[in-house]
Antibody
Framework: QVQLVQSEAEVRKPGASVTVSCKISGHTFTTFAVHWVRQAPGQSLEWMGW????????KYTQKFQGRLTITRDTSATKVYMHLSSLTSEDTAVYYC?????????WGQGTLVTVSS | SYELTQPPSVSVSPGQTARITCSGDALPKQYTSWYQQKPGQAPVMIMYKDTERPSEIPERFSGSSSGTTVTLTIYGVQAEDEADYYC???????????FGGGTKLTVL
């Protein structure tokens, strides 16, 4: 059974960066397409970008171009989401999810709080 | 940027039928998935490829598609179905994904 387990909550100051990891188990890692989705408090789901875990190619929604980097470590079967130049508007729960026919399963979510 | 449009809220009484729509220009060309999210939990996929239901999802959940609108229908709504529902699809190129704004289903 495929499982996605994310790293723990983070607190950052404005202007800093954060990296959230997503450990994947239960299936061949390099066949995965892994997406990152965030949800600000009381708000909707927002798609951020994705990576082909086999090829290592990543795509990002325009809103995060230049601030977001998604990478993977095939030996560790982990995908990483790195977001820089944080502001209070980046305070959100960040989710990773595998895509096959849809986003399933999802990680448990990682709360990133940006506060001075 | 590409957008999917959902009604912010839908309210039904227990046992009634709830319909949640999702509209977008690329929907005739791209499949849509639906997700249910309860407070404090990660989303769960309840429909994929417009009309396909994962085996663990109750049969009262159904999906349909017509032109630029896809619809999630919940027959015989139960109290446990109260949640936020999101549609998700891809832009016309298929390279980028997008979520609808979400619909809060209230069971009266």
């Amino acid at each position: 059974q495929v499982q996605l387990v994310q790293s723990e909550a983070e607190v950052r100051k404005p202007g800093a960066s954060v990296t959230v990891s997503c450990k994947i188990s239960g299936h061949t890692f390099t066949t995965f397409a892994v997406h990152w989705v965030r949800q600000a408090p009381g708000q909707s789901l927002e798609w951020m970008g994705w990576i082909d875990a086999g090829e290592g190619d990543a795509k990002y929604t325009q809103k995060f171009q230049g601030r977001l980097t998604i990478t993977r470590d095939t030996s560790a079967t982990k995908v990483y989401m790195h977001l820089s130049s944080l502001t209070s508007e980046d305070t959100a729960v960040y989710y990773c999810a595998r895509e096959t026919l849809g986003f399933d399963p999802w990680g448990q979510g990682t709360l990133v709080t940006v506060s001075s | 940027s590409y957008e999917l449009t959902q009604p912010p809220s839908v309210s039904v009484s227990p046992g009634q039928t709830a319909r949640i729509t999702c509209s977008g220009d690329a929907l005739p060309k791209q499949y849509t998935s639906w997700y249910q999210q309860k407070p404090g939990q990660a989303p769960v996929m309840i429909m994929y490829k417009d009309t396909e239901r994962p085996s663990e999802i109750p049969e009262r959940f159904s999906g349909s598609s017509s032109g630029t609108t896809v619809t999630l229908t919940i027959y015989g709504v139960q109290a446990e179905d109260e949640a936020d529902y999101y549609c998700q699809s891809a832009d016309i190129t298929g390279a980028y994904r997008v979520f609808g704004g979400g619909t809060k289903l209230t069971v009266l």
